[in-house]
């Protein structure tokens, strides 16, 4: 963020001047944590309480967190159980990154020492900043996950994944420790990170009287984002994307500065006035605007490739977002999807597309959390949903679900919550039934994702598959690699004989898990059976364009989902989103990225209507 230097003198004396981008060269205090420090945000907080009306309240002012710590004098914190010990005003909640040493935890065993007090002591610094900050801002109760939720008990920490969209909702306030990356860092006072003093001189000519000659500037962001994670390590966690898309008003303490967003606008320390964000280009929107299915896969998409520190939080981290869409969808909710959404839900990709062979090898295993394989959660990568734009009356480009055809027929389901949580973790073996036009193929796949079907007589087509495979028959196999030869005069790479017999004895692959997981270099193709799934075809500007599920065989006559291909058509503009559908990401990459090295150029579907000719139409159970 631009920052003028102290040889400024118009800049840095008054209020901005018009037409003048840049904040004042004092603004930006040395560290969070100083007495302007405190008058900047109460002067937020304060601006937004009485003018703000999207940012007004109109929930119940009664309902408080099972739990929250009230700051008293004596101590520095005090357990209480809200429905005991009615607190007399609003609370704070803190946002915050777990990992390092955790410290003190509220569990079976030691909540009745928290009940009677916490000292300042027993608390790691960035709980010690988060009860200063709130105090300095007036408040006397706080909401802290580690301490207000029974960390050991199961069905506790359920129920308040379920509810967390109320936590937030209902907090006066989110207090965001962005720029800690564990709880024994602060993020105030003097010892705190001094980037927010890395700024550069840039001499300028200025063509507006009395306009300053040099400046100090950094990157210019004053907006908070969930899918901004430039700000600090908090940004990159999955359970913070929730809370700050629950949260109405969020003061961050970022690296470089503070940053304050709430429902109606964002303000850093450059630039204390509270504005109104671009709604084209910020992506908080998705809080003001309906919640349809098409926004949900923008969150999930947006949601996805943050980290966790336990794999099984997957769907439980985005339980309280998932809550709140659920008031408007009202629909069934099955491991992350909605059922109101089929079969659209079902058509995610992995980003990427495929790893570099040049490069260390990064396709991801299958989390270990029970997700069923046709759930975006069952992966620990970003997904995304394969987009059609158009510009509406305004000239803004808008994200469009064109008209579904030749759809699967939905016939049953087996999805059940594992807790007391209906948006988090499922049973294992959760399965659904879907019916449509099947046909059989052969996969042909590598160890850095690169992969097609094949069929007799027909040319092979792009598989973008979901995470790294393994043969279901026996580890040996699938080390084995699959021979192939090249015709010098053709760039058609065709299966030997050797290729095909290897098929017939590896009928079957699926997911590996990550404690499966072993480095390979090799790029040797492998070669399994597989079924291809006609999902649906979407029609845009006259032509129809397929989703086609990639289904291996499992045990008891199962399925599961190993891969996606979607139609392009030939002439389709590369990866430029504004031919109306997104380009083909599989020739940006091959082309642009030297990736797929060694692979012939494969088709993307624009023939599928050939490939199902003789398809038959059967029910498969997916799990």
């Known amino acids: 963020m631009p920052l003028v230097d102290d040889t400024c003198q118009r800049a840095s004396e008054g209020t901005h001047q018009d037409g003048w981008p840049f904040g004042r060269g004092d603004e930006i205090q040395p560290y969070a944590g100083t007495a302007q420090t405190w008058v900047t945000v109460n002067g937020w907080l304060d601006e937004c309480l009485a003018g703000h009306q999207r940012c007004a309240s109109n929930l119940s002012s009664t309902w408080y967190p099972k739990r929250l710590l009230h700051l008293s004098n004596t101590d520095a914190a005090q357990l209480i159980y809200t429905h005991q010990h009615r607190p007399s005003s609003a609370y704070v909640a803190l946002s915050h990154c777990w990992g390092g040493k955790i410290g003190l935890l509220n569990l079976t065993t030691s909540e009745p020492e928290l009940l009677k007090g916490v000292q300042w002591a027993q608390l790691r610094n960035t709980f010690r900043d988060a009860i200063t900050a709130t105090r300095q801002i007036g408040m006397q109760y706080l909401w802290i996950d580690s301490l207000c939720i029974q960390q050991d008990d199961r069905a506790d920490w359920a129920q308040h994944a379920e509810c967390m969209d109320k936590v937030f909702q209902h907090a006066q306030l989110t207090i965001a420790a962005t720029s800690s990356p564990n709880s024994s860092t602060c993020f105030l006072g003097p010892d705190t990170k001094p980037s927010r003093k890395e700024w550069h001189a840039v001499k300028m000519k200025a063509r507006v009287p009395g306009w300053p000659a040099e400046i100090k500037a950094s990157r210019y962001s004053p907006s908070l984002s969930p899918s901004w994670p430039a700000d600090g390590p908090l940004e990159l966690r999955a359970w913070a994307w929730q809370e700050r898309y629950l949260s109405k008003r969020i003061i961050s303490f970022a690296d470089d500065e503070m940053k304050w967003h709430c429902n109606s606008g ?337 088709s993307e579907w624009h023939d599928w209507e050939k490939w199902f000719a003789v398809a038959e139409t059967r029910t498969v159970r997916i799990v």
Not at 364 to 371: G, I, K, L, T, V
Not at 584 to 595: C, E, Q, T
Request: net charge negative.
């Open 266 to 602: 964002d303000a850093c320390e450059c630039s204390p006035a509270i504005h109104t964000p671009n709604e084209n280009n910020s992506s908080w929107t998705i809080i003001r605007k309906e919640r349809t299915a098409l926004r949900w896969r923008e969150v999930v998409s947006d949601y996805s490739p943050r980290h966790l520190t336990f794999p099984s939080d997957k769907l439980p981290a985005i339980a309280g977002a998932a809550s709140r869409f659920a008031e408007t969808l009202g629909s069934e909710y099955l491991a992350g999807l909605w059922k109101s959404d089929f079969p659209r839900c079902l058509a995610w990709r992995v980003r990427e597309g495929s790893d570099c062979p040049t490069e260390p090898h990064e396709m991801r295993c299958s989390m270990p959390n029970y997700a069923p394989s046709w759930s975006w959660a069952s992966i620990d990568v970003q997904i995304d949903w394969h987009n059609s734009s158009k510009f509406d009356a305004n000239g803004k480009l808008i994200t469009v679900d064109p008209a579904i055809h030749d759809s699967a027929l939905f016939v049953g389901h087996d999805c059940q919550p594992s807790t007391a949580n209906r948006f988090g973790d499922v049973r294992p073996g959760s399965w659904l039934e879907l019916e449509g036009k099947i046909i059989d193929a052969q996969l042909e796949y590598d160890v850095h994702g690169c992969a097609c079907v094949r069929r007799s007589n027909m040319p092979p087509q792009l598989v973008m598959i979901d995470c790294r495979l393994v043969a279901a028959a026996s580890r040996e196999e699938e080390q084995s690699p699959v021979p192939t030869t090249r015709d010098a005069g053709d760039e058609t790479m065709r299966r030997s004989s050797t290729c095909r017999s290897s098929a017939a004895s590896l009928r079957r692959i699926r997911r590996a898990l990550y404690h499966e997981y072993e480095p390979l270099i090799d790029t040797a193709r492998r070669c399994a059976h597989v079924l291809c799934l006609l999902l649906y075809t979407e029609l845009w500007d006259g032509k129809k364009y397929p989703y086609i599920l990639v289904l291996s065989e499992t045990t008891g006559g199962c399925h599961q989902r190993v891969g996606i291909g979607i139609g392009h058509d030939e002439s389709e503009q590369q990866n430029t989103g504004f031919d109306g559908r997104l380009g083909s990401l599989y020739r940006a990459r091959k082309d642009k990225f030297d990736r797929w090295r060694g692979w012939e150029t494969l």
